[in-house]
């Protein structure tokens, strides 16, 4: 392997965790409120002072912050190397940066937005994802660092990127992934439906050419979006490369991978992208989609059958019901203090001096549980992450664990009691509600996005 696609593999992974971390990050409330976005015609101008110009200069200001010329070179030349590494043919570099400066344009405006919604990501969550990054390429934190180094990506750049793809995914989740709804009625239309098909399902390897609409656009706009389209559609009819396509004209977020999207269940995503693509042999693209995003060409590069795939897990699961004190660390009070308290509310427990309901009454910082004496009520393997799993898996009803370390703070845990049950019904239903949901979600992203980026106060600097 290169060590340029080695580079490239390092930061795939790295995006595909984050986009798992996201979900786990809390936004604190208690940073001070950003600075409002500039509105144009708000007067806003940064200062264009000389100092500032020998150092670097503006390419473009997005809302109150400035995107400057480095920025931009440094991107697109990052860019660059990671098309190659995909066999991509580039674009001409006039269209490369314009691509490019879109995208750090859309970056740019949702990490305002994040900052302006108080989502934070911590050092300490920010060390423990990289640690999990190196970890899935089988390497230490410090030959991942190393690795980078040698080809030219500095490791405290690459920090700060992981950073920002944790807090726009948070920031996603809240903004769309809450906000979709599926009705009992859908997953049941649903189920119907994949029970007859389910000697016919596959999954496919895909990509796509976005041509975005702007939001409430006009006939003329819509119209020439539609021949942007139509020209895109013409090349690929006579030969032209799908990926290079996808850098030049594509206005999704995957534009500058070459339009890959991956292997998808086309039940996962938008029925009308299913139906033209079911219709598709390898190597095929669809006929231009229309949706109320834009306009979209998908490409089915590869398809595997999934008819053969192993039967599903045994559906009984063993369930726990448990209980728990959560303290964390403060100004006042350090992570060897917390450890200490909770051993010594342990010992009281043990002791029978007190109960676990009423420490947890006066003692847990997780208001929810704490008002119901820490119960947490049933818990599956999975529920609460990997460190309550280990914990549970060794206590017996009504025994107390050691102290725990969770990304929340620190735990002690009691299990009241355990049961199994069988739950292949909710199961099969729960699978269900997850396809249906990522099957609006695709759609829901791309509009919010999109509205993100219309709604930025966007100013493009010509060379002084």
Request: glycine residues 4%; charged residues 30%.
């Amino acid at each position: 392997m290169t060590r340029t696609t080695r580079l490239h593999t390092i930061k795939l992974a790295a995006t595909l965790l984050c986009a798992l971390t996201a979900g786990q990050v809390l936004a604190q409330a208690t940073a001070p409120a950003a600075t409002p976005a500039a509105k144009p015609g708000s007067g806003f101008l940064p200062p264009a002072s000389s100092n500032a110009k020998v150092l670097d200069s503006i390419h473009v200001v997005v809302n109150d912050e400035v995107i400057t010329k480095n920025e931009v070179g440094n991107r697109v030349a990052q860019t660059a190397q990671n098309l190659k590494a995909r066999n991509v043919q580039l674009p001409d570099q006039s269209t490369l940066e314009r691509q490019v400066v879109e995208a750090m344009i859309v970056e740019r405006a949702q990490l305002q937005l994040a900052k302006e919604m108080g989502v934070r990501v911590d050092d300490r969550r920010l060390d423990a994802t990289i640690a999990r990054i190196a970890e899935n390429q089988k390497m230490s934190v410090q030959e991942m660092r190393n690795q980078m180094e040698k080809e030219g990506l500095p490791f405290g750049q690459f920090r700060e990127d992981i950073r920002n793809e944790i807090m726009m995914q948070q920031l996603r989740e809240h903004e769309v992934d809450s906000k979709i709804q599926v009705s009992e009625a859908e997953i049941d239309t649903y189920l119907a439906a994949s029970k007859a098909a389910a000697a016919e399902r596959v999954e496919m390897n895909l990509a796509q050419i976005l041509v975005a609409v702007p939001e409430n656009a006009s006939p003329e706009q819509i119209a020439a979006r539609r021949a942007r389209a139509d020209e895109v559609a013409r090349q690929l009819r006579t030969g032209a490369d799908f990926a290079k396509m996808a850098a030049t004209y594509s206005d999704a977020p995957d534009a500058l991978k070459g339009g890959e999207i991956g292997w998808r269940d086309p039940d996962r995503l938008p029925a009308i992208f299913a139906t033209e693509l079911r219709k598709l042999n390898k190597g095929q693209v669809t006929p231009i989609i229309k949706t109320n995003v834009g306009f979209h060409i998908l490409k089915m590069a590869d398809k595997r059958n999934l008819a053969d795939e192993a039967a599903p897990e045994d559906a009984v699961v063993q369930q726990t019901r448990v209980s728990h004190i959560l303290m964390k660390p403060t100004p006042t009070m350090n992570a060897a203090e917390v450890k200490k308290k909770l051993l010594e509310l342990k010992e009281k427990i043990v002791n029978k001096s007190a109960t676990f309901e009423d420490l947890a009454r006066q003692n847990s910082q997780e208001p929810g549980s704490a008002a119901k004496g820490g119960d947490l009520g049933w818990l599956e393997p999975g529920d609460a992450g990997p460190e309550f799993d280990q914990a549970l898996s060794t206590l017996k009803p009504g025994e107390v664990s050691d102290v725990i370390e969770s990304p929340f703070g620190f735990h002690i845990l009691r299990v009241t009691e355990r049961k199994s049950e069988d739950q292949s019904k909710q199961r099969e239903r729960n699978n269900a509600r997850q396809v249906l949901r990522e099957r609006k979600m695709q759609e829901a992203l791309e509009d919010w996005m999109r509205q993100v980026r219309d709604r930025a106060y966007v100013e493009f600097r010509e060379e002084q």
